[in-house]
């Protein structure tokens, strides 16, 4: 069992930056693929970006390229999201997830199975 809580979250104005962290608790010592998702109110959860267990490979929304980065740090067991020129359209719950492996990306919600309760990302114009 891993336990997630994101921080970090927050009122920004467009173009600004926010770092997301999500630290983990509890069986960290196993390798877990982890990922960020958002999702606003009346649409499904938004894949965002992923990162393999050793932090080697990562994958990203073909929209949020280049404005964007994941990174974790194994030694502190925290997950960041590094977002930079931030858009309104980046308003958004933003959930941390993670699953067992070590080699594989995953981009789809149903593949992760713990969850953190999530982040309040809010971009104003």
């Known amino acids: 069992q891993v336990q997630l809580v994101e921080s970090g979250g927050g009122l920004v104005q467009a173009g600004g930056s926010l770092r997301l962290s999500c630290a983990a608790s509890g069986r960290t010592s196993s390798p877990y693929t982890m990922a960020w998702f958002r999702q606003v109110p009346g649409a499904d959860r938004e894949f965002v970006a992923a990162?393999?267990?050793?932090?080697?490979?990562?994958t990203y929304a073909d929209s949020l390229k280049g404005r964007f980065t994941i990174s974790r740090d194994n030694a502190k067991s925290t997950l960041y999201l590094q977002m930079n020129s931030l858009k309104p359209e980046d308003t958004a719950l933003y959930y941390c997830?993670?699953?067992?492996?070590?080699?594989?990306?995953?981009?789809?919600?149903?593949?992760?199975?713990?969850w953190g309760q999530g982040t309040q990302v809010t971009v104003s114009s």
């Open positions: 997830a993670a699953r067992s492996s070590d080699l594989f990306l995953y981009r789809r919600d149903n593949e992760y199975n713990y």
């Open positions: 990162i393999t267990a050793t932090g080697t490979r990562t």
